[in-house]
């Protein structure tokens, strides 16, 4: 599965993105779908994941209440759409692929089998 996340670019403190990240095939039912993002100097850290089937997702304590991801299958793609934006969400945001049915084992990175090369998220005070 190859992914291609794009989306990002520069916005204002308390604006919002949507980030897309299209896949090269419609991913099976026991997929997950996953952001994370990485900031300079640090880490790559979850950010929110979604079955490719249903409708549960997990977020990050961070980013929960202001980011939602969601799916468009005919689109085969994922969706990340953030709203309330902060300087602290300035970040490289990657999406990836893993397989699974237990949603909550999906906030690692250890999990996924496919990744995105990134899109650039910068946020203005």
């Known amino acids: 599965v190859q992914l291609q996340a794009s989306g990002g670019g520069v916005v204002q403190a308390g604006g919002s993105l949507r980030l897309s990240c299209a896949t090269s095939?419609?991913?099976?039912?026991?997929?997950?779908m996953g952001w994370f993002r990485q900031a300079p100097g640090k880490e790559r850290e979850f950010v929110a994941a979604?079955?490719?089937?249903?409708?549960?997702?997990v977020y990050a304590d961070s980013v929960k209440g202001r980011f939602t991801v969601s799916r468009d299958n005919a689109k085969n793609t994922v969706y990340l759409q953030m709203n309330s934006l902060r300087p602290e969400d300035t970040a490289v945001y990657y999406c990836?692929?893993?397989?699974?049915?237990?949603?909550?084992?999906?906030?690692?990175?250890?999990?996924?089998?496919?990744w995105g090369q990134g899109t650039e998220v910068t946020v203005s005070s």
């Open positions: 990836a692929v893993g397989v699974g049915l237990i949603l909550s084992t999906f906030r690692s990175l250890a999990e996924y089998d496919y």
């Open positions: 095939k419609r991913p099976d039912n026991n997929y997950v």
């Open positions: 979604r079955g490719w089937s249903g409708s549960s997702a």
